[in-house]
């Protein structure tokens, strides 16, 4: 029975391209195998990843059909669509016409990439919603790519449904930040190194390693340096067997000279050297600046990092090993999964010394924290396939698949999205929007400067800025709620809300 399982995986595996002759577990790869054989008992790998397509509708899509979003969100969004409707450029984008007007808070290459997603549909509430599950989904598509590198591809929807288990995840496509993207960026650079190091060719894997470089630098310039992580799987690839990495020299060489030339390049043009100047004036000097207590160090450290991630997959994996400890014995664990773990660590320790640790930062290691946590969890779940199953036991996966997409259905038509952010300010902004003119400026209160809530909606609902000098502008003033100041004098209330008071004012002669 074991045998015929095995075969059954070397069929799959023959199917997608992948050799594990050297292993003695396959047969080797120029022998023909053509017809897979029918075997009711194996588990069914379609269906499973129907239920990780499943798992990441669900867990995002009701969240995401209304229009409130994380502030941080809303302030890319707003950048991304502005940049797209011709306001500012790639290497200075701006925010609105008061704060920020040149927007150096974070590299650019991101938000220049979500402006094409604004350039395409327009200035719509979906786009900045569609461009985070287009994001989430080729991240999830890279974990399998990296995955059937090492393992076989039967199992490949075993990372992705442990990959939601941290809720991060999940939050930053929901509020389209800005990881998720460099989450996409970091994964397809390091399956770019990858196939370079696994190359029998050396000019294969120079240009894999060279496609590599020019990621890790799309990476850099999307988030910060946490991009750099990719730069490690070359010398952490010394975990593998020397036959999975032939080409490890080639591999480094491309991936560094890349680098080394975009930084180069990075540096000496005016533009782009100006942009990353200001960002780290403005961002990474001022966060290196300041070190909080060490309690707050570790207690983040837990928050995010132990508890939120590595606790919840090991939880799972403990479990499977558990329930089927007496099927797998003692197996050797594979090199590739210290392999996994080795880049996880890379990508998430240096950000757990600096003196600034948000949870969001993280979701580019959770990709490699959840393909080690499956490369554990792969002798209990091979166990399974080892076990009778009938048809109907194999239809299981596709059905809770279709269950949990019916499901998230039904809530959005009957409650309405879940977890509503800001429903307040929402409803302020559509009282504001037959008001105010688009692309309007409004005076406020001088210690309304740091409203970034209500700055963010205003600019990303109607492009609307606030210009805080204690008078009119245009003949309108905002008050928000939270802050007093008196109304300039000959103005008169046009609507309250519960976040603002908008004043239509007559200027003085």
């Not at 196939?195 to 990476?219: E, N």
């Not at 996966?397 to 009957?414: D, H, R, S, T």
């Not at 905002?478 to 209330?493: F, G, N």
Request: proline share 7%.
């Amino acid at each position: 029975m074991r045998r015929d399982a095995a075969l059954a995986d070397c069929v799959e595996e023959a199917r997608f391209g992948f050799d594990r002759a050297k292993s003695g577990s396959c047969i080797d790869h120029n022998d023909a195998v053509t017809t897979p054989p029918v075997d009711g008992r194996l588990l069914n790998p379609r269906g499973f990843r129907w239920l990780a397509f499943a798992l990441l509708v669900a867990l995002t899509v009701p969240r995401m059909a209304q229009r409130g979003m994380f502030v941080d969100g809303m302030f890319y969004a707003s950048v991304a669509r502005n940049l797209a409707l011709g306001q500012g450029t790639v290497w200075a984008p701006s925010y609105s016409s008061t704060v920020y007007a040149q927007y150096f808070e974070q590299p650019p290459l991101g938000i220049a990439l979500e402006s094409v997603a604004y350039w395409v549909g327009g200035d719509h509430f979906a786009v900045e919603r569609v461009y985070s599950l287009l994001m989430l989904g080729l991240t999830a598509c890279l974990m399998v790519a990296i995955w059937r590198q090492f393992f076989p591809a039967r199992y490949d929807w075993l990372p992705v449904c442990l990959w939601v288990l941290p809720a991060v995840v999940t939050w930053a496509a929901v509020n389209n930040m800005l990881e998720n993207t460099q989450a996409a960026a970091t994964a397809a650079a390091t399956y770019s190194i990858v196939r370079a190091l696994r190359s029998s060719f050396a000019a294969v894997a120079a240009k894999w390693g060279a496609l590599g470089g020019l990621l890790i630098v799309f990476a850099v310039l999307t988030k910060g340096p946490v991009g750099f992580f990719p730069l490690a799987v070359p010398a952490l690839s010394l975990i593998l067997q020397p036959a999975d990495r032939p080409r490890a020299g080639w591999a480094a060489v491309a991936v560094a000279f890349v680098v080394g030339a975009a930084a180069l390049v990075v540096t000496t043009l005016p533009a782009p050297r100006h942009a990353l100047q200001e960002y780290f004036h403005q961002q990474l000097g001022p966060t290196f600046g300041h070190r909080p207590p060490i309690l707050v160090q570790v207690v983040a450290v837990w928050r995010h990092l132990l508890g939120g991630i590595l606790l919840r997959l090991a939880i799972v994996v403990a479990a499977l090993w558990l329930v089927r400890r007496r099927a797998i014995g003692r197996p050797a664990v594979a090199r590739a999964t210290w392999f996994f773990l080795a880049i996880s660590l890379a990508a998430s320790v240096p950000l757990m010394v600096s003196p600034k640790i948000n949870g969001h930062y993280l979701v580019p290691s959770v990709v490699f924290f959840a393909l080690a946590a499956a490369a554990f969890a792969l002798p209990p779940v091979e166990s399974f396939a080892a076990s009778p199953a009938s048809a109907l036991r194999r239809k299981v996966p596709a059905a809770l698949a279709c269950g949990l997409l019916l499901a998230a259905a039904l809530v959005l038509a009957i409650h309405g999205a879940l977890e509503r952010r800001d429903p307040e300010t929402v409803a302020g902004m559509d009282a504001l929007s037959p008001l105010v003119p688009r692309g309007a400026v409004l005076g406020t209160c001088a210690t309304a400067s740091h409203e970034w809530g209500l700055l963010a909606y205003l600019q990303r609902f109607l492009r609307v800025s606030l210009d805080p000098r204690d008078s009119a502008v245009g003949g309108w003033f905002m008050q928000p709620s939270e802050v007093k100041c008196t109304p300039p004098a000959r103005c008169q209330r046009a609507v309250t809300t519960a976040v603002f008071t908008l004043y239509r004012c007559v200027p003085t002669s």
